[in-house]
């Protein structure tokens, strides 16, 4: 039962998620199907019968009872109607009569199961051309059998009057024996042969073979449907379509859609979850800030790895100082999280070094508004020192010069108990191309330089390429105090994120202190336990130590 109900729920879950697009899509559907029907020009039905008399050949001395047709015959005679033998001479008789309307209709002969009865059916724009085109296909049908039997009866009465002729010239007799007497066989003969020609003759006069029964009718109403009512049924399907669209996108679109996802599948605790913002870092004032809705969860994220780390009972005493952060998939927002989580150290009093050691998509000189062509690629080959290649970069968040340290800077935010100074900013970038980053990175000078630096700095934050994309990260799992993973819901996949943890899993290295979840819902930050209050605006006093 729960599992039936689990699954009821994902489905309107995903269809929900999308409601607006399924919305649109309908919409869309409803206004194209009404425009189409709108310009489309309406028709008119109209229909006919022929009745074939029960045969369609001429028969001479048959009696009143005619027999039936056979249903090849009548198949043969509604394939005929439907051919062009009937059908253009009749347009082309109703052109040479401007009857247009009922040129450009349509016309189609069906038998009437297996009677002698022949229906015509003529769809046209307007009823009088429907009930012309019918009248006509009907009266050509009939002009046509009365043609072919006309001359039938020719042709019998051809043959007879020729053998009547035969009969009544006597042959040629012996001379001098006179005029042969006729025999009674030729006289009975020529008895027949009169009488079956006065027959034919009665039957050249008369046409009994195809009647049509009644002339035409057409509908009074329009067969074409109100654009109106086909609008509102192509909303409906369109509706349908779109959900079942929806619902097939998400069921085999694998990324990672919820907060439970990500724990069940990292196998580790969520640090914290910062929701779905436009832009994680914005200029208020000419330099980057994050964005207020990503304060309190970076706040929180640093308090947590100030504690130590939260699966060690121990951990305290250990605070993890030189971190790795690692995501499955790029694009997860990692090298953002970095420059941002190092802001609000900063702006807590740390004294805080960024490392990129990520040589591939370099990223965070941008983020943190610094410039240089030197950086760890440089140091590590030697080409200049470590003090030449670490840039400092002021945080957005410090007080501006002049303010004495009593008051935060305009635009700025301050948490309630602030420290006394304010810490500092420094960062390491990538530097220039690198051919082996893996072969750079396991030398003993990035062992060396990351101790270095954390002799000098409270945290060392370590930004690396995706492991399961490269192995430039393998060489720094047992050189840090921590590894912290990010994703990004909507975006990371659950095969990198299942990569990764297998990765990690079977590979000695740091211990993983968490995972911290980018662009998520509102709902599910609070469905998980986490608050969702937004940073005070006014200014906050700073307090001393």
Sequence with gaps: MNETTTDAAS??????????LIL????????????????????????????????????VGSGAGKPSLSVRGLADQVGL????????????????????????????????????????TTEARTPKAADDLANAYAQGYIRR???????????????????????ETPPPVAKGNGKAAPSNTATLQAASLASKISQLETQL????????????????????????????????????????????????????????????????????????????????????????????????????????NPLDPGGRERAPRVILFISPDAGDGRSTLIANLARVQSEAGERVAVVEADFRRPTQARLLDVHGQYGLADVLSGKIGLGEAMQSARSSLDPSPGDGGSAPAPGS???????????????????????????????????????????EFDYVLVDVPPPPEVSDAMPLLQLVDGIVLVARIGHTREVSAQR????????????????????????DIESYGFSFAPVAQGRRRIIGR
């Design 205 to 308: 006069s008369t046409f009994t073979g195809v009647q049509q029964v009644g002339p035409a009718r057409a509908q009074p109403l329009s067969n074409s449907t109100s654009p109106r009512q086909n609008a509102i049924f192509g909303f409906v399907i369109g509706l349908l379509l779109a959900s079942v669209a929806a619902y097939l996108l998400t069921r085999f679109d694998r990324r990672i859609r919820r907060l439970a996802d990500v724990e069940s599948i990292l196998h580790t605790q969520i640090l914290a979850a910062l929701p779905a913002v436009k832009s994680p870092a914005v200029r208020p004032d000419g330099r980057r800030v994050p964005a207020k809705p990503l304060l309190e969860p970076l706040r929180r994220l640093y308090t947590t790895l100030q504690l130590g």
């Design 145 to 167: 059998q009365r043609t072919e039997y006309r001359k039938g009866i020719q042709a019998q009465l051809a043959t007879a009057r020729g053998q009547l002729r035969r009969i």
């Design 81 to 120: 109607i439907n051919s062009t033998l009937i059908g253009k001479p009749v347009r082309e008789q109703l052109r040479a009569e401007h009857d247009l309307a009922a040129v450009r209709g349509k016309a189609a002969a069906k038998a009437s199961g297996t009677s002698d009865f022949i229906t015509i």
């Design 500 to 523: 990764l943890a297998q990765l990690l899993g079977r590979t000695a290295s740091a211990p993983v202190l968490g995972a911290v979840v980018n662009c998520v819902p509102r709902k």
């Design 11 to 20: 489905i309107f879950a995903a269809i929900w998620k999308r409601k607006w």
């Design 24 to 59: 649109a899509v309908a919409i869309l559907v409803a206004a194209g199907t009404y425009e189409y029907y709108k310009g489309k020009a309406r028709s008119y039905s109209a229909t006919t019968q022929l009745f074939l008399g029960g045969s369609s050949e001429p028969a």
């Design 413 to 455: 935010v301050s948490t309630v108990v602030e420290s006394r100074s304010v810490g500092s900013l420094s960062v390491l970038v990538g530097g220039g191309a690198v051919a082996n980053p893996p072969a750079l990175l396991a030398g003993d000078a990035m062992s060396d330089l990351l101790r270095s630096v954390a002799g």
